[in-house]
């Protein structure tokens, strides 16, 4: 198996820098528009197994890249507890009952993850299978607080008044609506390493929305408890767990203090920095601009450069983007950027 | 005068931390919705001197504050450059003469500022007068950068495709750009300060979406430029300068070089670190979460004295939101806040 990524996630040497792309598998490859018009709608997609997995490969046949990463949503679990999500293009996710009282928080049920999400544990082995070794698979899932932001306000938001108002006046339902998915994403996150995920990211889009205190209480906390509960299962604490806050770039010594293996990074944040603060604990995924690959080739070679120059030698960088891919990105420009990585890193 | 803010912004000791809080007048107000609705729409507003005035002071009328800011909009500068600005309720800026094109950045007027923004000066010179002396009055503008996002993608924008698109495919460009911005902002905030104006401060609501070294050089050097223009000039050199990028919690050392007298930080920042980085070269202001407003007056109370501890004792503290204040906030909870602080920081 080509191994550079897990190689670098544990900072070991590598002969080039591995590379993957957030949302590698998605609106900006013509091949994934139509297979996602013939399933009609993004969530059946998700819980297809044969389309998910159709889906995952599909970026790994056009570019160089050095893992793969299942195709699923943040939100599954949300959705396996019962809120009804429905995502439309566009739109963004909607959950038909969202969560706002403690009465409510109190209901919910750990999610039966064998049950409720084994389209997952299908897509991820078959993907493993069709793999047969090329490249690394990665699992994920929301982090709790990023996952009860959707589930509060219902979906979407920008001024976070719900969740932030149920963290303010009642903590203590807060605190247990972490706990509880806390619980849930850990099982989650567990059942894909056993079912063959080699790698797991957590996404905490909208950590970086948080005061400090708030931050660490709600957003964090819960994270280095599904550290903890990963690494004290001996059938899954060797598979490395990458955590990634956005936004969080005042916080990168917290992060790494949790136990984790490396850190996704934004492209706000330097990677010299960061490696300075927390390279001697973590290995760093990031970071470019993802409107970098709207701009000419020629730009986006110079940024590949700039952004490896910022790691700098030394083991330990897996490149990525800050964020997502954008849907309008021409493919083309993902080939530059993808062998621009392996030509300019080559050690 | 009441010049706590004044004293606080040059790290002078004051008997109780000074309190503003960044869109004191606005939406939340009731006697301001009145008034919006009497002008009739909110361009016309900021355009007639005597309802500017009178909105600016209402909030003062109402609550202890430590300053008033004068009635305005960040967009005046590019509005006056001719771009047609139109403000509508709910739907953020839209500009009717986008600018995309290197021709168009060559065609620029530098702003006439006295013949274009004297309603601006004209506002400040009645404040002034009304004001009597009794709290200090803020002039502000929006820095370069953040109008050059407006101004390019033509409104608000989530990805900043096509200013950054600009900033990748033709830097040169984008940097005469940046540079017509930093005159005409320059020769405003001196304006607003020969008017009357005892603070000025430049609004960077979206230098917090850039790369590190896109941050330093189309964000942070245009206002390092601003503020050595008006250092440099005797008559005006002597008023603090504030400057705020939103979620630029990365790059205080960088901003804290600048010259400025303070930095305006968001809710994200620890001032405790904050301070540790660079208090010894400027104030701080900030920086509640501005939802804390929507939860119970006990808690916006605890916040309030949580954020004085973690500044801690000493000189430097301006206290305010990290960001705008909500137009859905029951006016009661800003007395609660503004009332807190003084309380809880009486020396």
Same mark, same amino acid.
């Given at each position: 198996?080509?191994?550079?990524?897990l190689?670098?996630?544990?900072r070991?040497?590598?002969?080039?820098?591995? $590379?993957?792309?957030?949302?590698?598998?998605g609106?900006?490859?013509?091949?994934?528009r139509?297979?996602r018009?013939?399933?009609?709608?993004?969530?059946?997609?998700?819980?297809?197994?044969? *389309?998910?997995?159709?889906v995952?490969?599909?970026? @790994?046949?056009?570019?160089? /890249?050095?893992?793969?990463?299942?195709?699923?949503?943040? *939100?599954?679990?949300?959705d396996?507890m019962? &809120?009804?999500?429905t @995502?439309?293009?566009?739109?963004?996710?909607?959950?038909?009952?969202?969560?706002r =009282?403690?009465? #409510?928080?109190?209901?919910?049920?750990? $999610?039966?993850? #064998?049950?409720?999400?084994?389209?997952?544990?299908?897509?991820?082995?078959?993907?493993?299978?069709?793999?047969?070794?090329?490249?690394?698979l990665?699992g994920?899932?929301?982090?709790?607080?990023? &996952?009860?932001?959707?589930?509060?306000?219902?979906?979407?938001?920008?001024?976070?008044?719900?969740?932030?108002?149920?963290?303010?006046?009642?903590?203590?339902?807060a605190? /247990?609506l972490?706990?509880?998915?806390?619980?849930?994403?850990?099982d989650?996150?567990?059942?894909?390493?056993?079912?063959?995920?080699?790698?797991l990211m957590?996404?905490?889009?909208?950590?970086?929305?948080?005061?400090e205190?708030?931050?660490?209480?709600?957003? @964090?906390?819960?994270m280095i408890r599904?550290? #903890?509960? *990963?690494? %004290?299962?001996?059938?899954?604490?060797?598979?490395?767990?990458?955590?990634?806050?956005?936004?969080?770039?005042?916080?990168?010594?917290?992060?790494?203090?949790?136990?984790?293996?490396?850190?996704?990074?934004?492209?706000?944040? =330097?990677l010299? =920095?960061?490696?300075?603060?927390? !390279?001697?604990?973590? %290995?760093?995924?990031?970071?470019?601009?993802?409107?970098? *690959?709207y701009a000419? =080739?020629?730009?986006?070679?110079?940024?590949?450069?700039?952004? /490896?120059?910022?790691?700098?030698?030394?083991?330990g960088?897996v490149?990525?983007?800050?964020?997502?891919?954008?849907? !309008?990105?021409?493919?083309?420009?993902?080939r530059?950027? $993808?062998d621009?990585?392996?030509?300019?890193? %080559?050690?």
């Amino acid at each position: 198996m080509r191994d550079r990524y897990l190689r670098a996630l544990r900072r070991q040497p590598v002969d080039r820098t591995p $590379v993957w792309i957030m949302r590698q598998a998605g609106r900006y490859l013509p091949e994934y528009r139509e297979v996602r018009k013939r399933a009609g709608d993004f969530l059946t997609l998700c819980k297809t197994p044969e *389309l998910a997995c159709k889906v995952t490969l599909q970026p @790994l046949e056009r570019f160089d /890249l050095d893992a793969a990463i299942i195709f699923s949503d943040i *939100l599954t679990i949300p959705d396996a507890m019962g &809120l009804g999500l429905t @995502l439309e293009e566009g739109m963004g996710p909607r959950f038909e009952f969202p969560i706002r =009282s403690p009465g #409510e928080i109190e209901k919910l049920p750990r $999610v039966d993850v #064998e049950a409720r999400l084994d389209y997952v544990m299908q897509a991820i082995r078959m993907t493993r299978r069709e793999l047969s070794g090329r490249v690394p698979l990665i699992g994920f899932s929301g982090s709790p607080w990023t &996952l009860a932001t959707y589930m509060v306000e219902g979906g979407s938001s920008k001024e976070f008044r719900h969740v932030k108002g149920l963290m303010h006046d009642q903590p203590d339902a807060a605190e /247990l609506l972490m706990k509880k998915l806390t619980e849930s994403v850990s099982d989650y996150l567990r059942a894909q390493a056993t079912a063959g995920a080699q790698s797991l990211m957590v996404f905490d889009t909208w950590g970086g929305v948080l005061a400090e205190p708030d931050y660490v209480r709600f957003s @964090l906390e819960p994270m280095i408890r599904i550290v #903890e509960n *990963l690494k %004290a299962d001996p059938a899954v604490s060797d598979i490395p767990v990458t955590l990634f806050t956005k936004g969080g770039g005042n916080w990168l010594e917290l992060i790494a203090a949790s136990g984790c293996d490396a850190l996704g990074l934004d492209w706000t944040v =330097s990677l010299a =920095s960061a490696r300075s603060r927390v !390279g001697h604990l973590v %290995a760093l995924q990031g970071n470019l601009d993802p409107t970098v *690959l709207y701009a000419s =080739s020629d730009k986006v070679i110079a940024e590949a450069v700039r952004i /490896l120059e910022d790691f700098g030698d030394g083991d330990g960088h897996v490149f990525n983007l800050g964020h997502g891919i954008h849907p !309008g990105v021409d493919p083309e420009r993902v080939r530059t950027l $993808v062998d621009a990585v392996h030509r300019e890193s %080559a050690r």
